[in-house]
């Protein structure tokens, strides 16, 4: 799901015409429709440019560098 606060973007602009990155998305442009409050670190964990891969610890398919599919699933392996 694309950020409605950045719109995909990744990025927002400040008052003094810099970009900073979106707090909602963490610079990424996608947010999570399954956690909408968790979307700020579920999005660091998803990546589309990437092949779809089964978490390692619940088997749920996604897309990312990590080997889990969020930061439950990191947290919860320990």
Known sequence: MICEICHGEGSLATLFGETRPCPECNGSGVAS???????????????????PRKCDYCGQEYRGPAVYCSLECATDDI
């Open 33 to 51: 429709c399954c956690d909408t409050a968790g979307a700020h670190y579920v999005a660091s964990y998803r990546d589309d440019a990437f092949e």
